[in-house]
């Protein structure tokens, strides 16, 4: 079993940034592709990106392409959203999520086996 926790999360400008961190404890991290999904209030949970295990291969929402980066770091069990250039429409609770499914399929809720709690991002504007 695996449990994720995030940090990083507030409240910033439009146009500011803010690193979101993911760190996974028990379990073998770099078995698990990783995910970060938004969920904003009244709003079903969507997909925003994710990474391989190895970290070779990632997969962004085209609303995020060129703002976003997701990364990983295996020795370190943790997972990164670097959000760059934010706008108040991504304003939602952040989740990162653990599951084997393919990169090619790492968009879809189920493919998920494990998730954390979430951490706010508020962006005003």
């Known amino acids: 079993q695996v449990q994720l926790v995030e940090s990083g999360g507030g409240l910033v400008q439009a146009g500011g940034s803010l690193r979101l961190s993911c760190a996974a404890s028990k379990g073998v991290f770099s078995r698990y592709n990783m995910g970060w999904f938004r969920q904003a209030p009244g709003k079903e949970r969507a997909f925003v990106g994710v990474i391989s295990r190895s970290g070779s291969m990632t997969d962004y929402i085209d609303s995020v392409k060129g703002r976003f980066t997701i990364s990983r770091d295996n020795a370190k069990n943790t997972v990164y959203l670097q959000m760059n250039s934010l706008k108040p429409e991504d304003t939602a609770v952040y989740l990162c999520?653990?599951?084997?499914?393919?990169?090619?399929?790492?968009?879809?809720?189920?493919?998920?086996?494990?998730w954390g709690q979430g951490t706010q991002v508020t962006v005003s504007s």
């Open positions: 999520a653990a599951g084997r499914t393919p990169v090619a399929e790492g968009r879809r809720v189920s493919g998920y086996d494990y």
